[in-house]
């Protein structure tokens, strides 16, 4: 036998007996999006530096299980993201974390991993039983010099160590200090029946201050016949159907931190969520009525490209045998922060949109936001108890209103 020869099957031996040590880390059941967030790349000035740091998140789930898995992302990152160590817990108050709940992530058995630039990471299955809408705690041990070039904008909640040193499994991080982000760690799913779904809240910031998706979970488990399906949002302030924010080498007044659009992100931040079976559409204010303002110029967009961009959304989804519904867009009149959206050419462009979205068929429901948020008596601005102040943002109120208003059939 040749010395090629006899490596090959030493190394054939080697993994044939490493095989059944991970073959029994394979879930028996199918696993199912209980939490996700969308990534953003920050701008250099407010991108933070950790350094032997330990950093926690605190996250919401809205589906439960008995064994889970976390997804970390290199998604921006422009170099290896270096997780040295792993953890979940349940979340206590604040950067604490439950005792005896805290379990120690792997990655292909490893309890360490170097993701690199552009990747993202499934953890080994790990059990932990985790009630519906219940808190969850996932610390990271950042040993090398890490910059959270893959975070998020207006939307988090972490805690970071101040002292240096591995404190993953810490009930408590030293010294913590509150992040209002959720850096790097980007998806909780957990082991479901195989009735088990998940929807995706496709949308901008308007879902962000409604907080509609985590109404519309709870509306879910409230119910015996839709407590199988988790809801995700991946939402991101500023965020476009059909045009990316620029990188810092992209344009001469870059700002990447509004996010890619949703015809570029679609398969990054919904096909690839465990059991998605449902999307739900909430976008295009910031298309309409950006540009020349928020926006360059150069990117005003047309009636027809907000239809054609739709339809693809609706075609991909299908494509994957997921159901999409199609939110209509509120009223902006009054808007008072963002200058330039208010004006007669954008709001007959939004009410243009609004009709061809309730008329076209192209959906599997439409969710008629307009009509639910709108005063009765001023129908072009948003009622008084679902307006945020801004007269363009909705506030929680708006959010369940929304959330309740939602024809669950369509999950069915």
């Known amino acids: 036998m040749t010395l090629f020869k006899q490596l090959a099957a030493l190394a054939i031996a080697a993994v044939l007996a490493v095989a059944p040590a991970f073959a029994d880390k394979r879930p028996d059941r199918p696993f199912v999006a209980s939490w996700a967030v969308g990534h953003i790349n920050p701008l250099p000035a407010g991108t933070a530096l950790y350094e032997n740091q330990t950093l926690r998140s605190v996250v919401r789930a809205s589906i439960g299980g008995n064994e889970l898995r976390i997804r970390i992302a290199n998604t921006f990152g422009s170099e ?16 604490t974390i439950v005792p005896d709940t805290d379990r120690a992530l792997t990655f292909g058995g490893r309890t360490w991993i170097s993701i690199p630039p552009g990747a993202r990471v499934l953890s080994d299955p790990v059990r932990l039983a985790v009630r519906p809408l219940a808190r969850l705690a996932i610390s990271v041990y950042l040993p090398d010099p890490t910059r959270a070039e893959t975070s998020t904008l207006f939307q988090g909640e972490s805690h970071v160590s101040a002292s240096s040193g591995n404190h993953a499994a810490a009930l408590d ?3 913590a200090s509150f992040v209002f982000a959720w850096p790097f760690v980007s998806g909780v799913s957990v082991a479901a029946s195989k009735r088990g779904a998940s929807i995706v809240a496709l949308a901008d910031s308007a879902t962000l201050t409604s ?6 979970g709870e509306r879910l488990q409230s119910r015996p016949d839709t407590g199988h399906l988790g809801v995700v949002s991946t939402a991101l302030a500023g965020n476009r159907l059909l045009h990316n924010s620029a990188s810092p080498a992209g344009a001469a007044d870059p700002n990447p931190q509004w996010g890619q659009s949703l015809l570029t992100r679609f398969e990054r931040d919904v096909l690839a969520q465990a059991g998605v079976k449902h999307v739900i559409v909430f976008i295009g204010l910031n298309d309409i009525a950006g540009p020349g303002g928020f926006f360059p110029l150069s990117e005003a967009v047309t009636l027809e490209d907000l239809v054609a961009a739709l339809r693809q959304l609706a075609a991909r989804a299908r494509e994957h045998g997921l159901t999409l519904q ?20 954008n709001e007959a462009k939004r009410v243009a949109l609004n009709q061809w ?3 076209s068929r192209e959906f599997d429901g439409v969710i008629d936001v307009d009509r639910i948020l709108r005063d009765p008596s001023h129908p072009t601005r948003l009622a008084p108890a679902y307006d945020s102040g801004d007269h363009l943002h909705p506030n929680t109120e708006g959010g369940r209103a929304i959330a309740a208003a939602i024809d669950l059939r369509v999950f069915r």
């Open 80 to 95: 290896p993201l270096v997780i040295g160590a792993a953890h979940v817990a349940l979340a206590g108050d604040g950067s």
């Open 211 to 216: 907080e509609w998706p985590r109404f519309l």
């Open 357 to 359: 979205i309730r008329s």
């Open 326 to 345: 199609a939110c209509t867009l509120p009223p902006l009149e009054g808007n008072t922060s963002l200058p330039g959206y208010d004006t007669p050419e």
């Open 173 to 175: 991080l030293p010294g």
